[in-house]
């Protein structure tokens, strides 16, 4: 048997509910992993609500991430054998697999190995906020050593990420948050600048601190009206990149009347995830992150499975700095 969590209808952190279930075996190209612990995602907030751009089938699953050990390898799969370590990166749709659970299962093509040297709690905060940010500040050679960068939301697990790899290329990270009382935690995980948005005018900031000249890259998970806003503070020839809907309100897009020669695009992780080679890349780029010592995920707070319902609370409240972990 396993303990999962379900959930029958859309609605608050309420409707989460944690159900014996039959394990089920793998099947082919699957693994049945024995989860440690488990990374929230705001992604699974929407989800749950229905805001999400997939609607549940129910009874639902949930989450996109764990870390813990093989316990079977499903027909066919190589290269996984019963107890080695590994986590579970995101690369599947919720509608057909979740890791909210103690004994889960998951393609195959979904699980990496995860080195000796790193726990569980740690590897459930890696993937999903590592690799997104991976994408457009590593990966796409956009960003240069010197190059200003926007990072909103900067408190968010994805944003730590982005921070610690801005800051690895060589670029100057400038944060923004809705909170003051965030200013130093953001000091302190290696912005170099802070923004606070509620307060501070965010162009004229940006244009404070780069001289004139605007950032290089903007990367966005709030997106709505705001991003006309941000598009203001981006140097000519520059990115904004979405990657998020924190504002549901319609996002415009700057045109080329009041901001040349921006490049604006949409982005998901799911683009390098499931991608094998982009993947590998992605994972061997983070992998040597954590093992030389500048990649160190930001966990906020743990919580145990059975509190599931308080975790969501928790992220949906949105006072905290990094990764909310669910330990098994
Ligand atoms: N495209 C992709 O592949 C991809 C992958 C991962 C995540 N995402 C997206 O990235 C975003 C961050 O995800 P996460 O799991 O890292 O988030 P998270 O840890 O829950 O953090 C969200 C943070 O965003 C800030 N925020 C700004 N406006 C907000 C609003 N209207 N509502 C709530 N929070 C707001 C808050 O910080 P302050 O209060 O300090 O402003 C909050 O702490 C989400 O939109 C998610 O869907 C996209």
Redesign the pocket.
Known sequence: MARIVQFDRLGGPEVLTLRDVEAGAPRAGEVRIRVQAIGL???EI?FREGGYFLQPRFPSTLGYEAAGVVDEAGPGVTGFAPGDPVAVVPSFSLNDYGTYGDLVIVPASAVVPRPSTVDPVTAAAVW??YI?AYGPLAESGEVRPGDHVLIT?A?????QAALQIARHVGAIPIA????AA?RQRLLDAGAAHVIV?DQEDVPARIMEITGGEGVRLAFD??AGPGVETLARGIAPGGSLVV?????PRTTPLPNARSYPALSTRT????EITTDPERLRRAVAFVNAGLASGSFTPVVDRTFDLTEIVEAHRY?AA?D?VG?IVVTV
């Open positions: 995602n705001r992604a929407m999903m906020a997104t939301a408190a968010s697990s994805v944003g923004t948050t809705r909170s965030k948005t998970p709030v990657y998020g809907a924190l504002d982005y998901t992780l799911h992220l949105a905290h990764k």
